[in-house]
């Protein structure tokens, strides 16, 4: 007997641990095969059809999430055309809840299987009679249920990762729990009767593994990761105690019960070893109570504050919009505070309505309208009409390109002092790309820096061009060492450029003899150092993060030399080194220099 496993992922680099986990635990048998096939949503159904055919399958059983529930159903009626003794089972969160109506539906699908699968799938691949199998909805002349199967032990399932070779270029995820003891109404994941924790010992013998192997990025699937002090701390030092200095582990925390002691723990973590994700969603009292939330926003906030100034630890947090109670001003609010904390990403989320968790069931108390097919987001509440939603939909999209991007740190930092609050300004460079008709085009990332700039120049900030010139090309030159000048950067006058030519070629030059500022470049003469690196001259302290829309320009530039071979471990920055009067520069008064 063959059977595809067969998962169609939203992207090339995710991939469908379900899968390889159902095809570990059934383990191996003499007659059967046991295969997975893996696309994503952007292939087409046509090549998706012709690739199952050529496994010839004695059975499909597909994994159904949000995100590939469209295609799924697409390709379903197909299947039987080409394959027509195949047998179709599904499985996962898009059919678990409704597995009667999706049977109905499609009377070409043989059965689904009903939460969680691992036990339910080697009964199935065992052959066991279906009547005798826990956790299915099948087909048999009628439609039959079997009943609730038992939530399975973590620590019985085998390790997914024995091979690394078909997750290459592809995040690796991974699982220490399930379940999550949180009862959020918009959550699947509150539908867990309890947390199971994967044994300590079998969890640090995998993530070495992951380890030894140098994988790039390992992603952490607990619901709460933080749910129990022991288990958090435990991994947490595992991993600064056995740190490859490569690879990075990303968790999704609760933040505000995390203790001193976690705290002091995570201070210690190299830049870049770990990544937090923090669901915040809201800081309206009225709707945390409403979706069953209970967070301490004063400890949530001090927390996030913690680790932020240890400069160690990447921190995104998240928003949702469309929850109850909250109308647009109130999301403000809630943007506003959350931007507020300064997490290196913040992601502006819309409420998917699914079916199987409360929110689902309080929709229409709520006069929710939302999407009837995947994802299910929302269009509107009573409190939140669809022509908001759109403004949010808009701000989320200029939150994603100029703040998550962090191309444009200095920039928008800048800007922001000129607007009312922090999401005045999203909103209005949402206003302003609609206006020039930019939310059509998909631009280059030069041209982001070139928008900016036209947007900077209907605001306050006209007044100072200058300097918004000089922290653009600041902006740019942290990140990338561009040759072709963009037309915002300031242009010099060819007096000025001949003088700067030859302090710059004077300076490379020392460093060929003396090496005080790259050490990294020994290999290299005076004419590589100046293509690997770029200096900058500046009439504005563009570096300092205070800088203000009225501060004045100083008579006496400063020259900035920034170096791409050491970039800041969390935010990817190149190195810089600030000389201040760099155009009267001598041998004797280089001690003056300042160091960023």
């Not at 096939?37 to 059983?61: C, F, G, Q, S, V």
């Not at 109130?330 to 943007?335: D, G, I, P």
Request: hydrophobic residues 35%; charged residues 30%.
């Amino acid at each position: 007997m063959k059977i595809l496993l067969t998962a169609i992922n939203a992207k090339y680099i995710h991939s469908n641990p379900a899968l390889y986990s159902l095809r570990a635990y059934a383990g191996e048998a003499e007659g059967r095969e046991i295969q997975i096939a893996e696309y994503t949503i952007n292939h087409h159904r046509e090549d998706i059809l012709a690739d199952l055919y050529r496994h010839k399958p004695d059975m499909i059983a597909f994994s159904c999430y949000i995100w590939n529930w469209n295609m799924v159903s697409l390709l379903l009626p197909e299947i039987p055309k080409i394959l027509p003794g195949t047998k179709i089972w599904l499985g996962g969160p898009e059919v678990s809840y409704d597995a009667r109506q999706r049977l109905e539906r499609f009377p070409m699908v043989t059965g689904i299987m009903v939460g969680e699968g691992e036990e339910t799938f080697r009964e199935l691949a065992g052959g066991r009679p279906l009547e005798t199998i826990r956790g299915i909805v099948y087909r048999q002349d009628g439609i039959h249920e079997t009943g609730e199967r038992e939530l399975t032990d973590l620590s019985g399932l085998p390790f997914l990762y024995q091979r690394l070779e078909p997750f290459e270029n592809r995040i690796i995820y991974y699982e220490s729990s399930r379940g999550c003891p949180y009862r959020c109404s918009y959550c699947l994941s509150s539908i867990d009767k309890k947390v199971r924790l994967r044994a300590p010992d079998i969890v640090e013998k995998e993530l070495q593994f992951f380890l030894d192997h140098k994988v790039k990025q390992v992603k952490f699937v607990d619901r709460t990761f933080n749910c129990s002090h022991e288990h958090a701390m435990g991994i947490w030092r595992y991993l600064l105690e056995h740190d490859n200095g490569e690879t990075n582990f990303h968790f999704e925390i609760e933040a505000d019960i995390i203790s001193e002691e976690e705290l002091e723990l995570l201070s210690g973590a190299r830049p870049g070893l770990m990544q937090m994700e923090i669901g915040v969603q809201t800081v309206n009292p009225d709707t945390l109570r409403e979706i069953r939330r209970s967070t301490d926003m004063d400890r949530l906030r001090y927390v996030v504050e913690r680790i932020r100034q240890g400069h160690n630890i990447h921190v995104h947090l998240d928003l949702i919009a469309g929850l109850p109670y909250e109308d647009y001003d109130s999301f403000r609010h809630s943007f506003n505070v959350v931007y507020g904390m300064k997490p290196q990403q913040l992601q502006l989320g819309f409420l998917k309505v699914l079916k199987g968790a409360r929110m689902y069931e309080m929709a229409a108390a709520y006069g929710m309208q939302y999407l009837d097919t995947p994802p299910y987001e929302v269009l509107s509440t009573k409190w939140l009409p669809y022509d908001k939603v759109l403004l949010l939909k808009e701000v989320e999209e200029m939150v994603e390109t100029y703040y998550n991007s962090n191309q444009f740190v200095y920039t928008i930092r800048l800007i922001e002092q000129v607007f009312p609050d922090a999401f005045g300004l999203y909103l209005s460079l949402a206003q302003f790309y609609r206006e020039k008709g930019y939310f059509t085009q998909t631009p280059a990332r030069s041209f982001r820096y070139e928008v900016l700039f036209e947007f900077a120049m209907t605001t306050a900030l006209r007044e100072q061009e200058a300097l918004m010139r000089e922290v653009l090309t600041y902006d740019l030159y942290l990140r990338e060492n561009v040759k072709n000048r963009p037309s915002f950067v300031p242009r010099m006058d060819d007096s000025m450029k001949e003088r700067y030519k030859k302090q710059i070629r004077a300076f490379y030059e020392r460093e060929e003899a003396e090496r005080n500022y790259l050490a990294d470049y020994t290999a290299y003469d005076c004419r590589q150092m100046a293509k690997m690196t770029h200096m900058e001259l500046y009439s504005y302290p563009v570096w300092q993060e205070g800088i203000t829309p009225q501060e004045k320009p100083s008579e006496r530039p400063a020259a900035v030399l920034f170096d791409y071979q050491r970039r800041d471990l969390l935010t990817h920055e190149a190195r810089t080194i600030v000389f201040p009067d760099f155009m009267e520069e001598t041998q004797a008064d280089r001690k003056n220099q300042e160091w960023k």
